[in-house]
């Protein structure tokens, strides 16, 4: 089984909306979604705290290999879901200054071997960025107006 989701739909956006319940007032206007996906023995899910224009896009993804820890891939994932959540109190309760790396690390809990890692982003001035250099790129192109100048 190669990347296909886990838990259905229904389930994630059931998860998704108790997140948002449970960090109302700390989340402001940003918006939990949760997804699952199973890859052979590995089970991973993804935690996205985000506002409406993606200026701030927070990932926590945790994977875990079920086989190894003895779980069924849908306990697996509903175990990562709840240590994210655990990790999103204490971000919250720190007033959003507790990061976990930007790279895999390997975290164990309740004697559970597991990897995770999140980076806040800007998605939003990423996307604009882009189309600034998307735009200068046509000009160039077109030969009307160089991105050098003298």
Do not use: C
Not at 102 to 123: C, H, P
């Amino acid at each position: 089984m190669i990347l296909e989701r886990l838990l259905p739909a229904d389930v994630t956006a059931e998860l998704s909306k108790l997140l948002n319940k449970k960090y109302a007032a700390a989340r402001g206007q940003r918006q939990f979604s949760v997804t699952t996906r199973r890859d052979f023995d590995q089970v991973s899910t993804v935690v996205v705290l985000s506002d409406a224009r993606e200026s701030f896009y927070y990932p926590v993804e945790a994977r875990i290999n079920f086989v190894e820890e003895e779980m069924k891939p849908e306990e697996a994932a509903f175990f990562l879901v709840d240590y994210i959540d655990l990790y999103f109190e204490e971000f919250f309760h720190e007033t959003e200054n507790l990061f976990i790396p930007i790279d895999w690390t390997s975290f164990t809990y309740e004697a559970v071997d597991f990897e995770m890692k999140g980076q806040i982003l800007n998605r939003y001035a990423e996307r604009l960025a882009d189309q600034m250099l998307a735009d200068s790129d046509l000009l160039d192109q077109d030969g009307s107006r160089s991105s050098y100048t003298n």
